[in-house]
């Protein structure tokens, strides 16, 4: 998603934070100083901002839990100020797995919500202190990180992408049609919510309407996307599409003897090979970044990061669809029954629909969606 600012990696996950919460901390600051800029109205609502992100990392680690209990891996989440949105490597096998992953995370604020109840000192009603929400005292910090969380959870059962609603949609919707359709269906509904959501945010001059329905149409529009590829090369194998053009290095030669390759050709992500099998991909930075350090000595393989995904030749394409998506120009080795038969990317399999199956519309449309790869 656009717009996100890389906070860090834990076990291989990519943890971003997009720039929405900057809105929130600014909304906070601002509404301060107009009703009075006070330092101990100030640090309890910074406090509760830091609450708040808290509740969302929890929200999004439950997701990753759920999925990762379910062999589904995570490549990265990116925290928003109403949730997060996961990236997955790989789909949920069947409609309980998607049903649950999706559940997990809103009702985790829900479990917050009822938990903080104990500890609230005001009951005063919503629509009461919605003029002030963005004031904190001491004595209704739980009460507001409460109503904030079943907003959350609220919020995030809307049946549209990419909040947790749209996915239990599809996934309900999938008990009675096919998983294409079932998407369509929560993209269409999603474009009429984001509408409804502008509209409202206009009328009741509401930034944080205008988030949600700018969050919404972003996703429906990625989801369109995504939906419309996965339907294209739904018949396709990666024995169908596998090529043999691409760039490898020998795994046990160093830094100094890959400086020439690195300089004869501009391949972002080059191939390691070892007794003529793929063990795994580099990024020609990584070994510029060494060569820079003078670490010439050092061997390729010891300078691989990520575990390697092989893909089977006989496996349809849409078994591995989120993770081309994910990265969509890097490599990856197609295996049959353990002999390498070459590599395959997204852009390839792109390449390969518009040479061999597109009709002349379908070739425009595809056109102008890579261009937004």
Known sequence: MKGSIKLGTIKGITIKIHWTFL???????????????????????????????????LHETIHYRTAKYFNIHTNEIILLPTGGVSSYENFPKNLKEELLISLAGPFVNLAIAGLLLPFIQSHEPIWNIASHFDIIHENDLLYKLHLVNLGIFAINIIPAFPLDGGRI????????MNYFKATSIVIVIGKILAAAFFVAAIIYVNLLLVVISLLIFAAVQSEEYVLYLRTLVSDLTFGEVVVNDYHSLQAESTVQEVMG?????????????????PIGTIHRMSIINEAAE??????????????????????????????????????????????FKGVISLMCILEYLMLHQLSPKEHERLKALIKKI
């Open 23 to 57: 809105i929130l901390v600014v909304w906070v600051i601002a509404a301060n100083a107009v009703n009075g800029l006070t330092l101990n109205n100030i640090v309890w609502s910074l406090i509760f901002i830091v609450l708040v992100f808290l509740s969302v990392v």
């Open 169 to 176: 949609l599809r996934a309900v919707l999938g008990l009675k």
């Open 294 to 339: 003078k670490n010439y000595t050092l061997p390729v393989k010891k300078l691989m990061k990520e575990t390697l995904i092989f893909f089977n030749a006989d496996d349809s394409v849409t078994e591995g669809f989120k993770t081309l998506v994910a990265f969509p120009y890097r490599n990856y080795p197609v295996m049959q029954e353990e002999i």
């Open 261 to 277: 390759t690195l300089m004869n050709n501009h391949t972002k992500h080059f191939m390691v090979m070892e007794g003529g099998k």
